[in-house]
């Protein structure tokens, strides 16, 4: 795996963010919560930093495609 359990987690939680934000309506910080965050600014940034984009900007950027 060569990645630590912390990294895999929250690899494994971006992963399951970005399919909420393309398949489900609900807003960003019931995404966050389901997917194990209890705030919604801190699941903004660290999405942020693995995808390059905040998760609304990413829910609209794949809508449009």
Avoid: C
Avoid at 28 to 41: F, H, K, T
């Amino acid at each position: 795996m060569h990645e630590t359990p912390l990294n895999y987690l929250t690899n494994w939680r971006m992963r399951h963010a970005q399919k909420l934000l393309m398949m489900d309506k609900s807003n960003i910080s019931e995404i966050a919560a389901n997917v194990g965050y209890q705030s919604e600014a801190a699941f903004n940034r660290i999405f942020k930093s693995k995808t390059g984009q905040t998760p609304a900007v990413y829910r609209r950027s794949k809508f449009l495609k």
